[in-house]
């Protein structure tokens, strides 16, 4: 009954023709088509108007069952249904029995039989960015309209930058697997009795679900294991020929990160990856290596700090091998990458780079017991300008400042940001200890790059229905005078923005200037290392089960987060500087030569003192050394200098912020209050103090 009423409401609005059009540009076709004009393309790669006769009628045949008429594995019964269709056409007057005869008589050549080159040949492969847009997009528009619907998706992702993303986090994990010394197979075996026939071999070679789009170095393609010694192994390889770069053996150097003999790790039968090495100077073949895909995990992901435009995102070693994208779908503890929240949270309460906190032993009473926080290092520091406390990333100053300015403050940063939707009240999260993903956190560092406006991170610039009528547009900024034919020389259309300020410019600027002493003197000083000024933040959690670092340029942001999908510690010295960090460095130095970068824009409301970044003490403007900073201060914030830098680094805050003299031990400071001054902020508590970042 009521399909009968939405036929006749149907009818009562649309005419007959219209309702065949619409028919015809929505119904399923096979092979993922969706309309007539989708089939055309997906089994002839013609448009509409280039069908021959005898093309147009196959089509016709298909809607009555898709599935069944299958133009390679059905052929027969797909011929007959085409000639079906031609003799309805004839019988009904829509064609001669010239015209008939003809087209019968024409053999059925597509995509799917190698006839026809396919028009998806030039599409992107499916990968971790496609599988997200799809994801996203059939969220927001229904699974129905997004595949029967007619989009057009115009996505932001580079192709070029994608590479580079894709092949510096595959370095990455595979550097670190070699690390390991285990030699691993693919993980799956041919039996001996097919060994024997290369082609039998070579089958079942094929119908395995192995990944074969990884690239790194050159393309790895699966192989067998033909014969095996302690010395050498022969492998049969997928779609090589015996004689091509023979031969197609395996030397026992070639392993030499690994431990035991080649017959000690492989049998005859196993699969494995394999590559060619090519000579640097000249491309040209030296010999066979073998691959494996690592254990360990990872994300990277970079976007465009002003609109947002994700340019590049790999969720893991290979989307064949594994489509969790780890970049959007994992929830792992930031560590110490969460900590510039903290800093900003402190910043926007008073205090400045220069300002001194106790790097010295804590205690915090909780219900658990008491906590002692330490820093990465087991040592203690003690007056140190909050600018070291970043670059250094020491978790003795971070736990001070998040109970002086209050964990309902810091949270509420977080939550602003992006970071959490709702962000835990225990002191252990100011470490990093609440999960996230990198998304949403390459998403916030966005927003202290762009000095402090709010940026929403996009797969999509536009997505346009099948009349081309646009029904989404991430940049929604005005254009003031794009209409205009033209414009006084010299001047181009303004573009207006309404975004919202989710923190004060002069913070943003001072937050990122200590960033930029991370790369430059601090955590990942040995690993980035860029030709334009670059900010950024370093993370790794209890027993290095993740590590992160997220940075950015003036005009790009990325972060990197690598470990295992079932956490477990990644090994002594491991770390999001020593990981990550040159993750981060190979693909921005493709990104600079890009896409440039330059000095981050210094805002108005503040001034430059120079200032010593060891101790927090004012230096003469013509002061020059290693030691020298240019800090940006607030305007109308007086610093004070002489004995009072040594207690807050010149600057007075408040009766309850000096926790340290001069002459006062380095004993454990028990504090039961997290409020600062006359307005305390709600005590902060603990949680579990298992968790935390560190370094």
Sequence with gaps: I????????????????????????????????????????????????????????????????????????????????????????????????????????????????????????????????????????????????FFAGGLSIRATIDPEMQVHAAHALQRALEQYDRGLGRLRTAGETIAPELLENENQWRRALGELELARDVTLGNRWYPAVVLEVSADEARLGIEAVADDYHAPHVIERSDISWARGSLSDNLSVGDVVYTRRVTSDSDNSHVRWSLRQIPEVQGGFMAMDVNTGRVISMQGGFSYQASVFNRATQAQRQPGSAYKPFVYAAALDSGYTPATIIVDAPIEVETSQGLWRPTNYSNQFYGPTPVRRGIELSRNLMTVRLAQEVGMDVVGGYAERFGVYDRAQQFLAASLGSQETTLFRMVAAYAMFANGGERVEPTLVDRVQDRWGDTVYRHDQRNCVDCEDRALPAG?????????????????????????????????????????????????????????????????????????YDQPRPLGRGAAGGAMCGPVFNEFMQEAVKKYGGGRFRVPEGGYFLNIDRDSGARLADNASGPNVISEFFREGVEPIFGLAAVIDGGFSLGSDLPIFAPGESYEALQRDDAGRGTAPSAPASLGSVSTGGLY
């Design 2 to 145: 009521k399909e009968l009423i939405l036929a006749s409401r149907v009818e009562g609005t649309l005419t007959k023709d219209q309702i065949l059009e619409l028919y015809l540009n929505e119904i399923f076709l096979g092979q993922n088509s969706y309309g007539v004009t989708a089939a055309a393309q997906t089994y002839f790669n013609k448009t509409l108007d280039e069908l021959d006769l005898h093309e147009a009628a196959f089509l016709a045949a298909l809607p009555q069952a898709p599935s069944s008429y299958h133009p390679v594995r059905n052929r027969d019964r797909v011929v007959s249904r085409r000639n079906y269709v031609l003799g309805e056409m004839l019988r009904n007057g829509f064609i001669s029995q010239a015209e008939h005869d003809a087209a019968r008589d024409l053999p059925l050549l597509t995509v799917q039989s190698g006839d026809f080159s396919s028009s998806r040949a030039n599409l992107p492969p499916r990968d971790y960015f496609t599988d997200e847009v799809r994801r996203q997009l059939s969220s927001s528009f229904g699974e129905d309209e």
């Design 491 to 563: 001047s181009g259309p303004w573009i207006s923005s309404s975004r919202a300020r989710v923190m004060d410019a002069v913070t943003a600027y001072q937050l990122t200037s200590m960033m930029e002493g991370v790369v430059q003197r601090g955590t990942a000083a040995r690993t980035v290392n860029l030709p334009v000024p670059t900010a950024g933040k370093t993370g790794t959690t209890n027993d290095a089960r993740d590590v992160w670092f997220v940075g950015y340029t003036s005009n790009i942001v990325a972060g990197c987060y690598i470990g």
